[in-house]
C-alpha cells in the first residue's frame, strides 16, 4: 500500500511557475513508477507526465513538453513536477499517482494503482 500527498498547488499568473510535490509512505518508494495528471472542470483526467522508479526515464504530455519537468528523490519519497510558464489552460487539480514497476527506465501512461487527493493549480489571464 503506498499512501500520496500532493502539495504546492495555488494561484499563480500567467507565465509564472509552481512547484508541485508529492510524498509517499512506505520503504520502497524507489519501485514504483510515477505519475501526475490533471482534470479540469467539466473534463475527463488527464496524464501530465511520468518518472520511472529509478528516474531514468521520463514521459510529458504534448500540452506541458517543454514547460513542465517531472523529478524524483527516491531518499526523500517525493516526486516533483515543475511547472513553468503556465497557462489559463493549465487550471486544474492535479493528482499524483504510482505503479510498481518491475523495469527501472519505464515511464507509463497508465494503470496507475495509487492516487493522491489532488491540489489545485489556478493560472489566472
Known amino acids: 500500500q503506498v499512501q500520496l500527498v500532493e502539495s504546492g498547488g495555488g494561484l499563480v499568473q500567467a507565465g509564472g511557475s509552481l512547484r508541485l510535490s508529492c510524498a509517499a509512505s512506505g520503504r520502497t518508494f524507489s519501485t514504483y513508477a510515477m505519475g501526475w495528471f490533471r482534470q479540469a472542470p467539466g473534463k475527463e483526467r488527464e496524464f501530465v507526465a511520468a518518472i520511472s522508479s529509478s528516474g531514468l526515464g521520463t514521459a510529458y504530455a504534448d500540452s506541458v513538453k517543454g514547460r513542465f519537468t517531472i523529478s524524483r528523490a527516491n531518499a526523500k519519497n517525493t516526486v516533483y513536477l515543475q511547472m513553468n510558464s503556465l497557462k489559463p489552460e493549465d487550471t486544474a487539480v492535479y493528482y499524483c499517482?504510482?505503479?510498481?514497476?518491475?523495469?527501472?527506465?519505464?515511464?507509463?501512461?497508465?494503470?496507475?494503482?495509487?492516487w493522491g487527493q489532488g491540489t489545485q493549480v489556478t493560472v489566472s489571464s
Open positions: 499517482a504510482a505503479r510498481w514497476s518491475r523495469d527501472l527506465s519505464r515511464p507509463y501512461y497508465e494503470g496507475y494503482d495509487y
